[in-house]
Structure formats: C-alpha cells, structure tokens
C-alpha cells in the first residue's frame, strides 16, 4: 500500500520535471508560464470529494487527485464484521484545451481514476476513458469545472467488468494561484 503511494508521488513529481524542461526549452519558468491549481472534484465513480492538484502549461494540462480512506471494520459478504483496512483512490488526467472565450474552455483528454485498497478479496477498482469537459473561470483565481467520460471501461471491486456510456463524470472548483 505505502508502495503504491510511493510509485503515485513518484510519478507525479516524474510529471513535474517533464514540464519543467518543456518550459526550459521555452525559456520560460513553469511557474510564471503556467497555471497550477488547488481544488477538489466530485467523482461519480466513489461518490466522494477528491482534492485535486492540476496544472496547465499553454494548452496541455496534467491533473493528479488521491483521497486516502481508512476503514476499521466492515461486512463481508458472509455477514461477518471483520478487520477493515485502508482505501485509497487516484485520479490521473491529461487533456487537451481550447479557449472558447476569454474565460471559457472546451477540455477533452483521458483519465484515469483507480483505486487501491488492501482488504481481502477485493480487487482493486477502476474507470479508464476519454472525456470533455468544460472549465469556467469566474475569477482570475476560482475556476469551476464539469467533465463527463463518454465511454469509460470500468471494473469494479468484485472484478466484474462493464462497457459504460455517459455514466462517468465529476464536478469541481478550483482556486488558481
């Protein structure tokens, strides 16, 4: 499990230096040439809050979100309340946008959102797909999104798997530093 947020850090920070040698190559500094954002998504894939660091450089943007739920007990199937254990879900983006007006923009891109969990018998859950989207800046600072993944393959916790078509989708706001 601290493997696995290991390897999501990792990647991400892996993430971080790619963008800034495109902006070296630029000779622009990611920081002043991009925008990094703060915020959090409603998922309807878990239901649940996930808090999200995005970043836009030019008209490429990355997203990484993790939500980290701990369980102390749970039923299984057979009824019985056993130990329970931690559950943590990512979110992974990367899309494509285009301006539509001075503070709207048309997203499009694939995501990812898995999630890790290390109670028995469950399998490790995921919805994998393209999306489009929109992002509407209010201010020069809140930003507030809406994304729905047209066709998404899903597999659940008990490993059955499913085509899906627009069941997928999450809202969010975002403050932009």
Not at 61 to 78: C, I, K, L, P, S
Not at 88 to 98: E, G, K, N, P, V
Not at 122 to 140: E, R
């Amino acid at each position: 499990m601290i493997k696995n947020v290991m390897r999501v850090t990792t990647a991400f920070i892996a993430l971080f230096f790619s963008t800034q040698l495109i902006a070296a190559e630029d000779s622009k500094n990611l920081f002043t040439s991009s925008e990094w954002a703060l915020g959090t998504y409603w998922t309807s894939g878990d239901g649940g809050m996930m808090p999200v660091l995005s970043v836009q450089y030019n008209m490429i943007g990355f997203a990484f979100g993790m939500t980290v739920d701990h369980n102390r007990e749970y039923t299984n199937e057979a009824g019985e309340t056993v130990a329970g254990g931690s559950e943590f879900d990512y979110l992974f983006d990367f899309s494509l946008r285009s301006p539509i007006s001075p503070r709207l923009f048309f997203k499009y891109g694939a995501s990812l959102q898995y999630g890790h969990s290390n109670l028995e018998g469950v399998k490790d859950p995921y919805v994998f797909g393209p999306f489009v989207g929109l992002s509407y800046y209010l201010t020069d600072h809140l930003c507030l999104e809406a994304t729905l993944l047209p066709y998404a393959y899903e597999r659940y916790t008990d490993d059955t798997k499913e085509d899906e078509f627009m069941k997928n989708g999450r809202i969010g706001v975002s403050y932009v530093f």
